[in-house]
């Protein structure tokens, strides 16, 4: 096997810049080095690349400068190689072509760049504002109709102030608590309340060692950052049990480097 056709199956691509992008190259380094590296010492993962390409100036575009910055030295220190400004033009079996004209050998591919709602939605002859989704109003009625709904992913949601709201879990779980007391006032022949988005801020883990976070308008990174997001992701779970064993995963993983054999195909 030539070293090209070995470099091209060790090396990813990561096509997107948004949290899921990096927060994804960050744990492809990590599975590699820390979880690989370890029960495989007759391979040097340093043959191993990553990238990630963002059609951006900067990576994290909706964070504060700073963390932007902040993240991007991080992803230095890693060696995971960022390409600005560029799109990907196409994906073959074997390589990533730019609009810039670079190509790169790889076969392994992960997409997080841009999103749509699901086509799906086509087939229920609803209103729809483009690939945002399904239009609505501010108290989350469809347009046009008077007793249908729709929020989450296949939602354009606006709120009060005719702002949109981002399709991720924060604005989802917003919109599910809102819609349900529209409803029970709908039935009750009461006054609706027209949605409003309090965004909370947003936590991006690069590892298991340091984040960059914002949350309610502080700023803050590194190992503080991380604790913080794991931290805030036990309270998100709602069973017990899993709470107990992913911390328990987590504070072991302080002393022994995770096992190989626990990774699991899905």
Known sequence: MSEETIRSKLTF???????????????????????????????????????????NEEVLKELDESLRRAARRHL?????????????????ADRVILDDGQELMTENVIWTAGNRAS???????????????????????VKGYE??????????????????VPPNAQGASQEGKALAKNILATIDGEELTPFEYEPMGQLVELGSQ?????????????????????????TKLEMPEARARIAADWFLDLFFHPSVTQIRGR
């Open 119 to 141: 086509i799906k939605i086509e087939d229920l002859d609803l209103p729809l504002q483009g690939e945002a989704g399904i239009e609505t109003d501010e108290y989350m009625r």
């Open 13 to 55: 691509v990561v096509i997107g810049g948004n949290a899921t992008g990096v927060e994804i190259a960050s744990e492809i380094h990590a599975l590699a080095h820390k979880t690989l590296a370890p029960d495989y010492p007759n391979i040097d993962f340093n043959w191993g690349r990553i990238f990630l390409v963002d059609a």
């Open 210 to 234: 340091f984040a960059v976070n914002e949350v309610m308008g502080v700023k803050f990174k590194g190992l503080p950052a991380a604790l913080f997001w794991r931290a805030a992701y036990l």
């Open 147 to 164: 007793n249908v709904w729709a929020i989450g992913d296949c939602a354009a949601n606006i709120d009060k102030n005719g702002e949109p």
């Open 76 to 92: 230095e220190e890693l060696d995971i190689k960022v390409v600005n400004n560029v799109r990907a033009e196409e994906v073959t």
